[in-house]
């Protein structure tokens, strides 16, 4: 598994843009970049995930720089509902074996009212 | 209706003693998975089950026993309890998704924060 370096914690206004980096330089060619993250007392959720381009859904985008060795997560205007701790987790895959999620110690995300 | 589905959520037992927790997930999903996460919020892995069948076993100690009766269903059954396994405990699961490139999406349950006295 890839490893990753994440901010320990982050600290954003209510209502404004979110950037969370991750960096992966030791990611393979095949490695999905996938976020999740983790609201205080719940399961993991899924955010985002993408392989070369940025992708953006209904939650957030992704922007995935062009060696694939960072990426960042844009929350584009954060909520109270926002604060959890984010992980940002590159995945291989193989033949149903190794469909895990490797999690890190994820940055922790404050939004200040 | 909740997608993945733990009972129950907490769970306090003493020493020694033998204990279950169920899950079930209604997304219709092959794959189901406990992940462990200790006092110091670390989330690990511990098993993996694709179409009832054990496919990763993260060295997680013979105590610990899963079970899927069925694909909806991954049931974990640890005996002898000791004071290191109080953790919360998270089963998850996932489909393949093959349109667009080859990867997946989990969905977590809410957990079962066990703790033993």
């Known amino acids: 598994d890839a490893k990753t370096t994440q901010p320990n914690s982050m600290e954003s206004n209510e209502e404004e843009p979110v950037h969370l980096p991750c960096n992966h330089s030791?990611?393979?060619?095949?490695?999905?970049i996938h976020w999740y993250r983790q609201l205080p007392s719940q399961g993991p959720e899924y955010v985002i995930h993408g392989l070369t381009s940025n992708v953006n859904n209904r939650m957030a985008s992704l922007a995935i720089a062009e060696d694939r060795k960072s990426s960042t997560l844009i929350l584009h205007r954060a909520t109270l509902r926002d604060a959890a701790v984010y992980y940002c987790?590159?995945?291989?895959?193989?033949?149903?074996?190794?469909?895990?999620?490797?999690f890190g110690t994820g940055t922790r995300l404050t939004i200040i009212p | 209706d909740t997608a993945v589905s733990q009972t129950p959520k907490y769970l306090v037992t003493q020493m020694g003693n033998d204990k279950s927790i169920k899950c079930e997930q209604n997304?219709?999903?092959?794959?189901m998975y406990w992940y462990k996460q200790d006092s110091k919020k670390f989330l690990k892995i511990m098993f993996s089950?694709?179409?009832?069948?054990?496919?990763i076993n993260e060295t997680v100690p013979n105590r610990f026993s899963p079970k899927s009766p069925d694909k909806a269903h991954l049931n974990l059954h640890i005996n002898s309890l000791e004071l290191g396994d109080s953790a919360v405990y998270f089963c998850?699961?996932?489909?393949?998704?093959?349109?667009?490139?080859?990867?997946?999406?989990?969905?977590f349950g809410p957990g079962t924060r066990l703790t033993v006295l």
């Open positions: 987790i590159p995945r291989g895959w193989g033949n149903f074996g190794n469909e895990k999620l490797t």
């Open positions: 089950y694709n179409n009832k069948e054990l496919i």
């Open positions: 030791t990611i393979s060619g095949t490695d999905y």
């Open positions: 998850a699961s996932s489909q393949v998704e093959t349109s667009g490139g080859y990867t997946d999406t989990q969905y």
């Open positions: 997304l219709g999903h092959d794959t």
